[in-house]
């Protein structure tokens, strides 16, 4: 199984402190060596510009093999993706005007070619179980629905690993 992980999903690792959770860092850090965990450049560029602990950063650092450029397939997929005019709204408007980083139609093109499931925390309705999708946002895991891409959580993600604590 290969996880495309998102920049929110990343950024929330950086609540499982490296020098308590070490089995979790020494499971992700397993699942890159086996190249089941991988993301996007775009999610790397994000981690780069936004508020993330020097812990996830350093290790984002250390792994930059596993944020790939995106593929032709994948820029393919992209294009399809933004077909959906509801889902052009995946850009913001800052977004558009600033010129910073996207990495959410990449990290879902990224999961589409590679036959992956995206970790995202992004999207979600909490406090139901299971997570179910906010309905007409144009956010990843409604995205992944249209498309029928696996997506799932963090929490999913480790239970999906057998990660008990």
């Given at each position: 199984?290969?996880?495309?992980?998102?920049t929110s999903s990343l950024r929330s690792l950086q609540h499982f402190y490296p020098r308590v959770f070490k089995s979790i860092w020494d499971g992700l850090e397993k699942l890159v060596e086996q190249n089941c965990l991988i993301s996007t450049r775009e999610v790397f560029n994000e981690?780069?510009?936004?508020?993330?602990?020097?812990?996830?950063?350093?290790?984002?650092?250390?792994?930059?093999?596993?944020?790939?450029?995106?593929?032709?397939?994948?820029?393919?997929?992209?294009?399809?993706?933004?077909?959906?005019?509801?889902?052009?709204?995946?850009?913001?408007?800052?977004?558009?005007?600033?010129?910073?980083?996207?990495?959410?139609?990449?990290?879902?093109?990224?999961?589409?070619?590679?036959?992956?499931?995206?970790?995202?925390?992004?999207?979600?309705?909490?406090?139901?179980?299971?997570?179910?999708?906010?309905?007409?946002?144009?956010?990843?895991?409604?995205?992944?629905?249209?498309?029928?891409?696996?997506?799932?959580?963090?929490?999913?993600?480790?239970?999906?690993?057998?990660?008990?604590?």
């Amino acid at each position: 199984m290969i996880y495309v992980f998102d920049t929110s999903s990343l950024r929330s690792l950086q609540h499982f402190y490296p020098r308590v959770f070490k089995s979790i860092w020494d499971g992700l850090e397993k699942l890159v060596e086996q190249n089941c965990l991988i993301s996007t450049r775009e999610v790397f560029n994000e981690l780069d510009r936004q508020a993330v602990s020097a812990e996830v950063l350093k290790w984002a650092n250390n792994h930059k093999a596993l944020f790939t450029t995106p593929t032709s397939p994948e820029l393919q997929f992209v294009v399809e993706i933004f077909k959906i005019k509801h889902f052009q709204g995946l850009i913001g408007a800052q977004q558009r005007l600033k010129g910073t980083p996207v990495a959410d139609p990449f990290v879902i093109a990224c999961a589409r070619i590679n036959k992956g499931t995206v970790v995202t925390e992004e999207g979600w309705q909490y406090g139901s179980k299971p997570l179910t999708l906010k309905p007409n946002a144009a956010k990843i895991p409604n995205v992944c629905a249209h498309f029928k891409i696996p997506c799932i959580g963090l929490e999913e993600f480790m239970h999906q690993q057998g990660w008990a604590f």
